[in-house]
């Protein structure tokens, strides 16, 4: 089954507490981005990748670091978490012959106290 | 101004009622226009997607595209309880990956 995984669905963690969410795909998709969601705001992108160790900053990237080593994982790393950056998070891939099909993660509900 | 306006709601109708869904948007180099809707404690997903201007239909489901006014619109007929969702219009330029997402209308189809 085509799927996007996103890890820990939810967590809470206290403020400056490293932490990482993970993203795989296993469509072989070339686009990977994250994005954050949040009432009144909406779904805004927060770092994107075009394909392996190639990534760029989307609109809102302060407090987070990204990677992508492999093809079918990008997982998105809070340094120094923030209780601004409490939210849903969704790992988004695209293929490259279909930009305007992005398929998203189940989500991953972070509450930073 | 931003780039994607889209009336967050919520939009409530009885079953059986034909709904308009709405967004505008600023930047007349977006090319592709999409649909998702996204259930509640889920990702979204894409509904439809038009190239340029036009209609396209998809069942009980119609995209239209007025570049000319920067409009486009989701229209959904008999409309059943299992279309509640938010519905969020999403845009690209066609040139890269990057989608711009309106924030999303919250509609209730009550039985």
């Known amino acids: 089954e085509a799927q996007v995984t996103q890890n820990p669905r939810y967590l809470i963690t206290v403020t400056g507490k490293k932490l990482t969410v993970t993203c795989s795909q296993n469509m072989n998709h070339e686009y990977m981005s994250w994005y954050r969601q949040d009432p009144g705001l909406g779904l805004r992108q927060i770092y994107y990748?075009?394909?392996?160790?190639?990534?760029d900053k989307g609109d809102v990237p302060e407090g987070y670091k990204v990677s992508r080593k492999e093809k079918r994982n990008f997982p998105l790393i809070l340094e120094s978490p923030s209780p601004n950056q409490t939210s849903l998070y969704f790992c988004a891939s695209s293929s490259d012959r279909a930009a305007y099909e992005q398929y998203f993660g189940p989500g991953t509900r972070l509450t930073v106290t | 101004q931003k780039e994607v306006e889209q009336d967050p709601g919520p939009l409530s109708v009885p079953e059986g009622a034909i709904v308009s869904l709405n967004c505008t948007y600023s930047?007349?180099?977006?090319?592709?226009f999409m649909w998702y809707r996204q259930y509640s404690r889920k990702g979204p997903e894409l509904l439809m997607y038009?190239?340029?201007?036009g209609n396209k239909e998809d069942g009980r489901f119609t995209a239209q595209v007025d570049k000319s006014s920067k409009y486009i619109s989701l229209f959904i007929r008999d409309s059943q309880p299992s279309d509640s969702a938010t519905y969020l219009c999403?845009?690209?330029?066609?040139?890269?990956?990057?989608?711009?997402f309106g924030k999303g209308t919250l509609l209730t189809v009550n039985p």
């Open positions: 999403a845009m690209n330029q066609g040139s890269n990956y990057k989608l711009t």
């Open positions: 038009t190239y340029s201007s």
């Open positions: 990748s075009m394909n392996v160790e190639v990534t």
């Open positions: 930047n007349s180099a977006f090319q592709y």
